[in-house]
């Protein structure tokens, strides 16, 4: 073994949660192997993966491309670079710090070294920019495996479209700088826009909500009061079928049931706007809806009890005007009076 590998050893592995591991609800997940340069993750069937860490270089491309968050503990964590943006930060890259970009510069705002700067989330970076302007001082990231292809600056463009604030993207080499600045393309008070509306927390709500570990959403709640990214509605057409429960890969959706009906709840610091919920449903009663604020948990819809039109006993999830048993009945009596009145013309 080469000593360089036996350093790579020593950088922080990822730690996975297997409750939140949808590898374990045997979905066939991969994303996070299939992010890692470095093969460093294994996976075997319905079990969560398992990560080498001689191979592991703490990237973060795994903790980013999973759509659930279960992975966590590579490169610097959501609430350390949150924590240390008291007016706006400089994050630097790791290619970056090895050819020498600068950390600070001369407004004074805190530096902080992040690993790979196309890996953070762009609600980590929007929460980071609440209070000031976030720059993401990278290198040439064209040999680079992990920054190919410009994912500083859709990291920069998404953050800075979630909170109105100043991303910029910083390439910097020992001696020479050139700013690529992402800027707010309307001109409203950030703060001002996300409790625009009467249903939006205030903070203090808000922490009292969150969970105890810190996520980029809980943190872009914390600090902005609500995003502007996409949240589940639901129309009238909803027959309570949980079909979007059963395959939320969040758990964002919750159902509860009784005599008098099913109502459906949404966490919305847990809903990670993949639409699963909306392409599964057979009503296509969900659509999602950037312009909406919600608490969480939120009531999206109550679906009365309703009863069968033949039986009168109480509808199930998913069945309309008759119960299955009613409307299987009614089939196989029709088709039965098809093939007679058939067989006599």
Known sequence: MLWADALTGLLPSPRIDASACTRTHASGCDACVAACPRTALAVTPDAPPVADPLLCVSCGLCEAACPTRAISGVAASPELIVSAATTGVRLRCEVARRRGAPLGDDTGRPGLDVGCAATLHPET???????????????????????????????????????????????????????????PTRQLSRRSLFRRAATVQEPSQVRASTSTEATPRSLLLERVGHPLLPLPVIDESCTGCEACVRTCPADALTASSDDEGVVLLLEAQRCIGCGDCVRLCPESAIELTPDVALASPSTLIEVASRACATCSRPLGAGETDRCTSCATRASLAADALRHLFGQLG
């Open 125 to 183: 970076v929007a929460a980071a920019a609440a209070d000031g302007p976030v720059d993401l001082v990278v290198a040439d990231c064209s040999g680079c495996a992990l920054g190919e292809g410009g994912g500083a600056a859709r990291v920069a463009a998404d953050a800075s479209a979630i909170a109105l604030a100043e991303v910029n993207v910083v390439h910097g080499e020992a001696g020479a700088t050139v700013e690529a600045t992402r800027r």
